[in-house]
């Protein structure tokens, strides 16, 4: 931000506020003309690079054409569905369940119970119907 002299600056410092508002503003000037001059090399860059793949593109194009056998209109229609893929918008975030009352997040559904293997009778039982015991955890019909 270029630095300004106020009237008290000027009339209490003089030229030495102007000196340092002068350096103050050659120092951002510098910085911006740098940084101008990075853009303007990343531009020459990618210019270049884009050339470059139109330049394949192009070459790709006329060998296969050249050893294959294929409409120009075939490849038109190719290009214009690849383009327009590639150019759709995203599609929208999810939508989330909420509350229709409170607007509020709709409650997760819970997770399917854990099923372990009863170790006497060897049923598959949700852990909610075991008990604990000194062997491990055992089905409620079994404890």
């Known amino acids: ?8 600056d000027q009339w209490l410092f003089g030229t030495s ?10 120092d951002e000037l510098s910085y911006v003309g740098a940084t ?9 860059r990618q210019a270049q690079e884009i050339l470059q ?6 070459g790709l194009a006329e060998v296969l054409h050249a050893r ?8 038109q229609r190719a290009v214009q569905a690849t383009w327009v893929q590639l150019t759709a918008p995203p599609p929208p975030p999810p ?22 293997v009863c170790p006497q009778c060897g049923r598959r039982v949700p852990i909610s119907k075991t008990t ?9 019909a079994c404890s």
Do not use: W
Request: aromatic share 6%; proline share 7%.
């Open 68 to 75: 294959a056998l294929f409409d120009d209109t075939e490849l």
């Open 53 to 58: 793949l139109r330049a394949m593109v192009i």
């Open 95 to 116: 939508q989330s369940m909420t509350d229709p009352y409170r607007g509020m997040p709709a409650e997760a559904p819970a997770p399917p119970e854990r099923l372990i």
């Open 1 to 8: 931000m270029t630095q300004k002299i106020g009237f008290f």
């Open 17 to 26: 506020a102007d000196r340092a508002a002068i350096n103050h503003n050659a």
């Open 132 to 140: 604990i015991t000194e062997h491990g955890d055992i089905c409620d």
């Open 36 to 44: 101008v001059s990075s853009l303007e090399a990343a531009v020459q």
